[in-house]
């Protein structure tokens, strides 16, 4: 996965995106304020923002499926409430 070049940035984000679901717009969080959210997350617990951002990287390629099935399915709902 190193070849990849959204490892591990792109894809940390792209779970904390997840996780923090939809809003009117879309996504909650910009993969902007995704990384600054990391990048605080990592000051926080003392871990380097690399090292947290393969671990959440990891996390997400290993749940892709799921998560996008997940996220797909809050998007529907929420669009059908609002």
Same mark, same amino acid.
């Given at each position: 996965?190193?070849?990849?070049?959204?490892?591990?940035?792109?894809?940390?984000?792209?779970?904390?995106?997840?996780?923090?679901?939809?809003?009117?717009?879309?996504?909650?969080?910009?993969?902007?304020?995704?990384?600054?959210?990391?990048?605080?997350?990592? /000051?926080?617990?003392?871990? /380097?923002?690399? /090292?947290?951002?393969?671990?959440?990287?990891?996390?997400?390629?290993?749940?892709?499926?799921?998560?996008?099935?997940?996220?797909?399915?809050?998007?529907?709902?929420?669009?059908?409430?609002?």
């Amino acid at each position: 996965m190193e070849s990849d070049s959204r490892y591990p940035y792109t894809y940390s984000c792209d779970l904390l995106r997840v996780l923090a679901g939809f809003g009117d717009a879309g996504a909650k969080l910009s993969r902007s304020d995704a990384s600054r959210l990391r990048g605080r997350i990592s /000051e926080a617990i003392g871990m /380097e923002d690399e /090292e947290i951002a393969k671990r959440l990287a990891d996390y997400y390629k290993a749940n892709e499926k799921e998560l996008t099935e997940k996220s797909v399915s809050d998007w529907l709902r929420f669009k059908k409430v609002a």
